[in-house]
DNA sequence: TTTATTTACTACCTAAAAGTAAGTTATGCA
DNA sequence: TGCATAACTTACTTTTAGGTAGTAAATAAA
């Protein structure tokens, strides 16, 4: 990234005066209502690598219930996240890949994964102490 | 950011391989365990403000409950994302700031952030369609 | 016609998250 | 001691997330 886009894009955050209110009128919290919880960041942080049938996704999102699965590709269907294309075939075969508005979140995904990575021990260390219980 | 570390920065998520599988054993999916959650994420973008009181975090994350405020900055605090000031005054006055790992949230919240701000329009018309609900 | 296979949906149930409201603690000073 | 106030906690209730199991659609091949 050139230097001047990056510092064009950290302002925003820069930009916001210390009595800002987030509220439902404020973008951040709208979009942390729509996608931040887990299995939406797993299932679209996985079609980053391509496009993915329903059982792909099920081999690969572990612990995910087919139920779950199937819900969060509908909702991500809904926000036009994601497209579907079915082939008529026996079996059926069903194909999920990002659309543009999906695959614009490449960015913030990768650094969070980014920070996972650089953040390994510590983040495991607290995994570990809370066995995921918050 | 140079050129090159940016490079550096998606190779990680490049570097993955179309079976990568995403259990509890698979960093990502630890982090979205523990901050994955609206919340969550909003009082750490606030903070990312500067320190601030409960009272202020109260005012600014409208609709947060005080029990759920409570609640998140206590896991934050065990997480070691944020750390906790009691001044002996009356009234009693307790400030929360970032830690250092806090901080290195920056980047993929401030990530998040630019991408909401890029996508408002879309994000706003989900959310209406949707009232908020998935 | 029956079988095989993947996807998707429904109904029912349990567990966890989150809201409400009331009460409690901590604090320094009068 | 009593007070005033911010911060915090607890008990209770409601809401939402999530799991399991069973079923249906699709259709080529046996």
Redesign the interface.
């Known amino acids: 990234?050139e230097?001047e886009k990056?510092i064009k894009?950290?302002s925003?955050?820069e930009s916001?005066n210390?009595?800002?209110?987030?509220?439902?009128n404020?973008?951040?919290?709208?979009?942390?209502?729509?996608i931040?919880?887990?299995w939406t960041?797993?299932i679209l942080?996985?079609l980053?690598?391509?496009t993915k049938r329903n059982s792909d996704l099920q081999?690969?999102?572990?612990?995910i219930s087919p139920k779950m699965l199937s819900q969060t590709l509908k909702?991500l269907l809904?926000?036009?996240m994601i497209s579907r294309k079915v082939y008529p075939e026996v079996p059926p075969r069903v194909e999920y890949t990002l659309t543009e508005?999906g695959k614009?979140?490449v960015?913030?995904?990768?650094?969070?994964?980014?920070?996972?990575?650089?953040?390994?021990d510590?983040?495991?260390t607290?995994?570990k102490?809370?066995k995921?219980k918050?």
Do not use: H
């Open positions: 990234m230097a990056k894009k950290i925003y955050l916001l210390s009595r800002t209110v987030f509220d439902e404020c973008i951040i919290q709208v979009s942390f209502a729509l931040a919880d887990k960041l797993l942080t996985t980053m690598q391509g081999k690969q999102v572990i612990g909702t809904k926000y036009g508005f614009s979140l960015e913030p995904l990768s650094s969070f994964y980014n920070w996972s990575v650089d953040w390994e510590k983040l495991r607290i995994y102490k809370t995921g918050k």
